[in-house]
T-cell receptor, first 118, second 114 residues
Framework: EPEVTQTPSHQVTQMGQEVILRCVPI?????FYWYRQILGQKVEFLVS????????KSEIFDDQFSVERPDGSNFTLKIRSTKLEDSAMYFC????????????????FGEGSRLTVL | AQSVTQLGSHVSVSEGALVLLRCNYS??????LFWYVQYPNQGLQLLLK??????LVKGINGFEAEFKKSETSFHLTKPSAHMSDAAEYFC????????????FGAGTQVVVTP
């Protein structure tokens, strides 16, 4: 069964360092997303990405964050200068093209990358 | 704005008993509603979804949920709990014109006792 894969599973970094979280979406999917979950809090939407550009982003997704699809398979989330409050589990997700007739493509989530900022 | 409230952060149920997880939503437009499950050390997996049409939707692993517009609810049920149902369950809502931007509830941890 196709799946979304994320690396690393856990990363520890010092405050102020740059971090890149990597995701390999399902191969025929066209929509890509990042979510995060701070420990004890809700899963929060960060950004959606389609056709090589950001479709929508939340208030959390400020200038410290960026996303990129550098090649045909990877989708990355970069945090330029990490802060303590960036510590969270980051989930990548992908979905196929929206279908006609009102049906919609399911989001498939990866297992997450746990980021710890010290 | 949209939001989801899940009643009960932890639910304990006996094996073979009914599982009932409550979800209430707030949405200014007709919502799309979802239930996801997360097993330990795994990603979020879609259990079921409501978009349009039949208000009682069936999902994987014997779960079902009913969309009740008058009650703004989308409660998840399973007639008979199995040990393998122990996991965290998340209700989520989105707008049809903002597909993929899910608003999640806080989650309900389900423990199944023998």
């Amino acid at each position: 069964e196709p799946e979304v894969t994320q690396t690393p599973s856990h990363q520890v970094t010092q405050m102020g360092q740059e971090v890149i979280l990597r995701c390999v979406p399902i191969s025929n999917h066209l929509y890509f997303y990042w979510y995060r979950q701070i420990l004890g809090q809700k899963v929060e939407f960060l950004v959606s990405f389609y056709n090589n550009e950001i479709s929508e982003k939340s208030e959390i997704f400020d200038d410290q964050f960026s996303v990129e699809r550098p090649d045909g398979s990877n989708f990355t989330l970069k945090i330029r200068s990490t802060k303590l409050e960036d510590s969270a589990m980051y989930f990548c997700a992908s979905s196929s093209r929206l279908t006609s007739g009102g049906t919609t493509g399911e989001l498939f989530f990866g297992e997450g990358s746990r980021l710890t900022v010290l | 704005a949209q939001s989801v409230t899940q009643l009960g952060s932890h639910v304990s149920v006996s094996e073979g008993a009914l599982v009932l997880l409550r979800c209430n939503y707030s949405s200014s437009v007709p919502p799309y509603l979802f239930w996801y499950v997360q097993y330990p050390n795994q990603g979020l997996q879609l259990l079921l979804k409501y978009t349009t049409g039949a208000t009682l939707v069936k999902g994987i692993n014997g779960f079902e949920a009913e969309f009740k517009k008058s009650e703004t609810s989308f409660h998840l049920t399973k007639p008979s709990a199995h040990m393998s149902d122990a996991a965290e369950y998340f209700c989520a809502v989105t707008r049809p014109d903002s597909w993929g931007k899910l608003q999640f509830g806080a989650g309900t941890q389900v423990v199944v006792t023998p």
